[in-house]
């Protein structure tokens, strides 16, 4: 039997089989294909039907994701390739915690069940036991115009790279109380901070009669008695700092991220930053970055490399990258957590 040139069969396929055929991929089957394909072809269209029937919906009636989501890789950052991007700025790590990250991070994700197990960065303490934080990232996604963190996000600490320690949630009350301290961390997680209560004001108290101006004076001579100072833990101090840094600091560039029909947040396929040396072509929890406050934030372009890094003068130590040549986008922390108070001072 002659074997039939493959250029022909686009033609064949689409002038024997009949639309209604070609319209549903699950009534495209080996036996319409093999009437209309030469036995060269057989393969190809075996790969077809096997695609159809990926990408057909699996419920009667189902609608399926476009197929451009399911396309779209993860864009979740490298730790390693983060920290090549970001050692000029100071974020280096030692080599056998670098070795350790690599391999812990892909074991504590499958562990969770995460998307992904995301190294954060690095909390100076005092006594040299340095905490590296890392987040389990489970995706995000927008509910009634705002961005909502699906179960499963949470922040862990560790002081070998290996071994993660889960940092609980904490309420707004102690949140309030464990932004008041303005200490290093000590490198020790039951440390205790004390935080010293606000003195309240003494009532008021009316008198009458001829002893009234005697008593007014005693009663402004009694003194208020002071409170016990508050208790707060350094693990609740660590998770109030992240949260705050995070509030700041949460950077992308603009139009990285796409909102599905189903509400969640994909990466952009057709994501690139078109002006990268530019503060507007980036974005915080705050706004657009060249509407911010002149002297919050830092920004160098190397264009030889392609390599833009973005730094805040808000909380001096995180550092974000974009690189040109990849595509790819990171950011880290590396510092004690503190906020700058004499940022209007550092204003250009």
């Known amino acids: 039997m002659a074997v039939q040139s493959l250029d022909r069969f686009p033609f064949r396929l689409a002038r ?23 036995p060269v072809a057989s393969v190809v269209a075996a790969d077809v039907v096997a695609l159809a029937k990926r990408i057909a919906p699996r419920t009667p009636g189902a609608l399926s994701p476009p197929l451009a989501w399911k396309m779209a890789a993860p864009m979740h950052q490298n730790p390693l390739l983060t920290l090549d991007a970001l050692k000029e700025c100071g974020c280096v790590l030692p080599t056998e915690v670098r070795s350790l990250l690599d391999v812990s991070l892909e074991l504590k994700a499958r562990e969770l069940g995460v998307q992904a197990f995301l190294f954060w960065g690095k909390f100076t303490t005092t006594r040299g036991y340095d905490y590296y934080i890392a987040r389990a990232y489970n995706g995000t996604k927008r509910v009634e115009g705002q961005v909502v963190v699906n179960p499963g996000s949470k922040f862990y600490y560790s002081r070998d790279g290996m071994n993660w320690l889960d940092i609980e ?33 003494p009532e008021a108290k009316e008198e009458t009669g001829e002893d009234g101006d005697q008593n007014e004076e005693e009663a402004n001579e009694e003194e208020p008695v002071p409170l ?12 109030c700092r992240i949260d705050a840094i995070n509030a700041a600091t949460a950077l992308a560039p603009e139009g990285m991220f796409v909102t599905d029909p189903y509400g969640n947040h994909r990466p952009n396929p057709a994501f690139f930053v078109k002006h990268p040396e530019q503060l507007s072509s980036y974005s915080a929890p705050s706004g657009n970055l060249g509407a911010a406050t002149p002297g919050k934030w830092g920004i ?9 890094t973005i730094r805040s003068f808000e909380y001096p130590g995180f550092f974000a990258f974009y690189s040109g040549v990849s595509n790819t986008v990171g950011n880290l922390y590396f510092g004690d957590g503190l906020e700058n108070k004499d940022l209007g001072f550092c204003a250009a």
């Open 16 to 38: 024997t089989a009949t639309p209604r055929a070609l319209a549903s991929p699950r009534r495209v089957t080996g036996r319409t294909l093999s009437r209309v394909v030469s």
């Open 169 to 201: 949630p904490i309420s707004d009350e102690t949140r309030s109380r464990a932004a008041m301290v303005d200490e290093w961390f000590t490198g020790d997680p039951s440390h205790v901070f004390y935080v010293p209560q606000p003195v309240p004001e």
């Open 228 to 239: 016990e100072p508050w208790e707060i833990k350094e693990s609740d101090v660590m998770q």
């Open 300 to 308: 160098r372009h190397d264009a030889f490399r392609r390599l833009t």
